[in-house]
């Protein structure tokens, strides 16, 4: 009875942390890219922006407490990750750019893969992820309309 508790059952401290650090370093590379596709957005014309920022802030908010820090107190990024984790929303324009963009890109990218040779269930999945992304920034909630029903 004693040695089944001795060790097999005490977890592994080390091993934890271990994992724990992979975890964070992970999660915090996975921010700095997602914040470079933000960046590159910034410049290029069909890159978003907005997804980009919020994909990053949720890495960073796993992975470091510093770079979230940076990000969230960012002059350009900062609001967007602040009025999304707050419940406020996107502005219209700002839906309106999203929306539009990544319609202009997946069209763009499945003409150019259907006339590559690509095969037609590609364009289909292009088509099935364009559609759940227009939808998921669509479904948030519009920064500056009133809301229907009170929060306690």
Avoid: C
């Amino acid at each position: 009875m004693l040695s089944e508790l001795s060790g097999s059952t005490v977890p592994n401290v080390k091993a934890a942390k271990d994992q724990s650090r992979f975890k964070k370093t992970l999660y915090t590379g996975l921010g700095l890219l997602f914040s470079g596709f933000a960046i590159a957005g910034v410049v290029l014309p069909l890159m978003p922006v907005t997804i980009n920022v919020i994909v990053a802030g949720f890495f960073f908010a796993m992975g470091s407490e510093r770079f979230d820090s940076w990000l969230t107190g960012h002059k350009v990024f900062g609001p967007i990750i602040t009025d999304y984790r707050s419940g406020a929303g996107f502005t219209v324009r700002g839906k309106t750019i999203a929306v539009t963009a990544m319609s202009t890109s997946i069209l763009l990218s499945t003409i150019y893969a259907l006339t590559n040779g690509a095969p037609t269930m590609v364009a289909y999945a292009m088509t099935a992820i364009w559609a759940y992304a227009a939808w998921f920034i669509l479904k948030q909630p519009t920064k500056g309309t009133p809301r229907l029903i009170a929060k306690p």
